[in-house]
């Protein structure tokens, strides 16, 4: 296991144009295309949880996927209808469970999950499709065709580390089958087998690339490309200091501060925006553009607040060495005033959130 040793061969017909094309090009008579293979992967004495078969084009990546892991779920995507993605998931799945796969899937931005799976863009569309996966088929191991095949390669590294975290979160096995090799360093597989050199390889020998970050000052006009993807409002608070992260001067995350009133504390910053886009979302951002511009304030002083009312985000917090837990399971109440003004649309309230504070 999975060893094989297999011809294919394909009937080539004898049409008009088949034997003028024979005949133009001086091609003796063929009857039949056939190709051998002579496969060994040894994985059968080690454990693992994802394997990557790659190779050019027409090399039989598929053809061997389908041969040596003939057990396996061989996955070509799902047919999705023009409702929001979460209620494509199966009617057995509760609420925590798809919205949990699509965090850990890297599929992060609640107002995405209401969408229908044609609008998300082609590396939300993946995320999406492995969420679905492996809420749907359980344990079964999985067989993934063409991965990435569709995605802009700087997409396609980012989410495919974000499915290498949820893969072995899971403790799945999952094999990729990709003609791209710009995605090794990034899936860090536990196995590849080459088609082109027909050889195989155990592990990566190298780390996930150094993600280089370069954090600025923002501008109110740069909101417009995050506002969609936060989970409560598009609104934003003029006043605040705004930072931008970009890799590859491509901006994607942002981050805002504003300084929080209070009739006797006067050295409280607290976090008015932290949004990541989409395809940039499972690298780990967002937590480190929040630390580093808390870092930023503690050290001017400032004691650095924040209230997410995202279950995951505060699982992640709570976690964290640098933060501190300073209430949690708060549901904040509006005034008769407040519902007035409509600020219930912006603010968390009547919903469950908990505070932390920067400690460093």
């Not at 690339?209 to 989970?231: D, S, T, V």
Request: with cysteine; proline share 4%.
């Amino acid at each position: 296991m999975p060893r094989a040793k297999f011809v294919k061969s394909v009937p080539v017909g004898n049409s008009f144009r088949v034997e003028k094309v024979k005949g133009l090009f001086d091609i003796e008579d063929l009857r039949e295309v056939r190709k051998e293979f002579d496969v060994d992967i040894p994985i059968e004495n080690k454990s693992w949880n994802i394997g990557l078969i790659v190779g050019s084009s027409g090399s039989g990546k598929t053809t061997i996927a389908k041969e040596c892991f003939s057990d396996f779920y061989f996955f070509t995507g799902f047919d999705w209808d023009n409702r929001s993605i979460i209620e494509n998931f199966p009617s057995q799945c509760s609420v925590n469970d798809i919205t949990t796969a699509f965090n850990y899937a890297g599929l992060a931005s609640a107002p995405d999950w209401l969408k229908p799976f044609s609008v998300l863009s082609n590396g939300q569309k993946m995320r999406a499709e492995i969420a679905r996966l492996f809420v749907s088929e359980n344990n079964k191991p999985v067989i993934y065709d063409e991965f990435t095949s569709v995605v802009d390669r700087q997409v396609a590294q980012v989410t495919s580390y974000a499915i290498s975290k949820f893969i072995r979160r899971k403790n799945q096995q999952f094999v990729a089958v990709s003609c791209h090799r710009d995605i090794i360093e990034w899936l860090l597989p536990d196995w590849v087998y080459d088609t082109d050199a027909n050889s195989f390889a155990w592990g990566c020998l190298r780390q996930r690339p150094e993600i280089k970050l370069c954090i600025r000052h923002a501008e109110e006009r740069e909101w417009q490309l995050f506002k969609n993807h936060h989970y409560l409002s598009g609104s934003h608070n003029a006043s605040a200091k705004k930072y931008i992260a970009e890799i590859n001067r491509v901006p994607v995350a942002w981050l805002s501060v504003v300084h929080f009133p209070h009739p006797k504390v006067r050295d409280i910053k607290k976090v008015h925006r932290l949004v990541v886009r989409p395809d940039y979302q499972g690298l780990g951002i967002g937590m480190y553009l929040l630390n580093f511009i808390s870092s930023q304030y503690k050290a001017k002083g400032f004691r650095m607040m924040i209230t997410t009312g995202l279950s995951y985000f505060a699982k992640v917090l709570a976690k964290s060495a640098e933060w501190k837990c300073i209430r949690q399971n708060y549901v904040s109440r509006l005034s008769s005033s407040s519902r007035i003004v409509g600020l219930g649309k912006t603010l968390s309230t009547n919903r469950v959130t908990a505070s932390f504070e920067f400690v460093g």
